[in-house]
Nanobody, 124 residues
Framework: QVQLVESGGGLVQAGDSLRLSCSES????????MGWFRQAPGKDREFVAS????????NYADSVKGRFTISRDNAENTVYLQMNTLKPEDTAVYFC?????????????????WGQGTQVTVSS
């Protein structure tokens, strides 16, 4: 059974940085795309970033482009989301997601496994 466990969330001030981690277990890592989504209170879940199986292709939501960086370490079965210059509007629960294909984009339906989420709160 595939499990995803996120970590690294917390309370920070605007302009600060955080790095989220997502560790996967239960299958051979490195053969499928990974993504990050977020959900703010009262809002729908939205796409943040995705990365292909070998890390060679990434995709970002316009709202985070230039501030967030997704990366992966296939040897460590882990995907990361480096978040810089955080804004109050980045406040949300951040979810890690795993697909079954080599590249996945911004459609949540492309992902089949989901973590429980980690809270990120950015104060102004």
């Amino acid at each position: 059974q595939v499990q995803l466990v996120e970590s690294g969330g917390g309370l920070v001030q605007a302009g600060d940085s955080l790095r989220l981690s997502c560790s996967e277990s239960g299958r051979t890592f490195g053969y499928a795309a990974m993504g990050w989504f977020r959900q703010a209170p009262g809002k729908d879940r939205e796409f943040v970033a995705s990365i292909s199986s070998n890390g060679g292709r990434t995709n970002y939501a316009d709202s985070v482009k230039g501030r967030f960086t997704i990366s992966r370490d296939n040897a460590e079965n882990t995907v990361y989301l480096q978040m810089n210059t955080l804004k109050p509007e980045d406040t949300a629960v951040y979810f890690c997601a795993a697909s079954k294909v080599a590249f996945a984009g911004d459609d949540p339906n492309d992902y089949v496994y989901w973590g429980q989420g980690t809270q990120v709160t950015v104060s102004s």
